[in-house]
T-cell receptor, first 113, second 113 residues
Framework: GENVEQHPSTLSVQEGDSAVIKCTYS??????FPWYKQELGKRPQLIID?????GEKKDQRIAVTLNKTAKHFSLHITETQPEDSAVYFC????????????FGGGTRVLVKP | ETGVTQTPRHLVMGMTNKKSLKCEQH?????MYWYKQSAKKPLELMFV???????ENNSVPSRFSPECPNSSHLFLHLHTLQPEDSALYLC????????????FGPGTRLLVL
């Protein structure tokens, strides 16, 4: 089945700097890659997603890139703010695997003011 | 947010108790999911229901018993749990059975004594 690895597990950045989180996946048939943000004590919420027919997607300060050949995708947060502090999860979904979402282990991001 | 609701939000139970977790989605979705979220572990998919039919049981012990009476409601019946079952149990829903955005409930924080 699908295996998703996420790095780093923790990330501390200064406010205003950029943060990058990387994920790799094992199933070459995976075609949907969402990113979720989970603030302390709250539910995971989708912040951005990308499908395999697109290489990059941007939404304000957040961008996701996908490299299908290398089977990895990354989340980029620019001009970080204290409210970006949270745990971020990547995931991959493959029709061949019954469309289950397989999640990475999460990255705890701390933005220091 | 009221799209996906879960009750109770917190639950403490003994190993001999029987309790049930409830999830309700108001989004008109046809697929519902149970996840387990433990400290320092990835989100673990437990069960998937599509159009009220169970389509995934991710090797979950029989002390967890799901029930999906209709597309809007999902239950997780608990009996003779172990302390290692203490975790945050998250419900999610999506339009169909995969490859698209899942919307999460707030979770039930379970403590087994």
């Amino acid at each position: 089945g699908e295996n998703v690895e996420q790095h780093p597990s923790t990330l501390s950045v200064q406010e205003g700097d950029s943060a990058v989180i990387k994920c790799t996946y094992s199933d070459s048939a995976s075609n949907y890659f969402p990113w979720y943000k989970q603030e302390l004590g709250k539910r995971p919420q989708l912040i951005i997603d990308i499908r395999s027919n697109v290489g990059e997607k941007k939404d304000q300060r957040i961008a996701v890139t996908l490299n299908k050949t290398a089977k990895h995708f990354s989340l980029h947060i620019t001009e970080t703010q204290p409210e970006d502090s949270a745990v971020y999860f990547c995931a991959a979904s493959s029709r061949a695997a019954g469309n289950k979402l397989t999640f990475g282990g999460g990255t705890r991001v701390l933005v220091k003011p | 947010e009221t799209g996906v609701t879960q009750t109770p939000r917190h639950l403490v139970m003994g190993m001999t108790n029987k309790k049930s977790l409830k999830c309700e989605q108001h989004l008109g979705h046809n697929a519902m999911y149970w996840y387990k979220q433990s400290a320092k572990k990835p989100l673990e998919l437990m069960f998937v229901y599509n159009f009220k039919e169970q389509t995934e049981n991710n090797s979950v012990p029989s002390r967890f018993s799901p029930e999906c009476p209709n597309s809007s409601h999902l239950f997780l019946h608990l009996h003779t749990l172990q302390p290692e079952d203490s975790a945050l149990y998250l419900c999610a829903s999506s339009q169909e059975g995969g490859g698209e955005t899942q919307y999460f409930g707030p979770g039930t924080r379970l403590l087994v004594l």
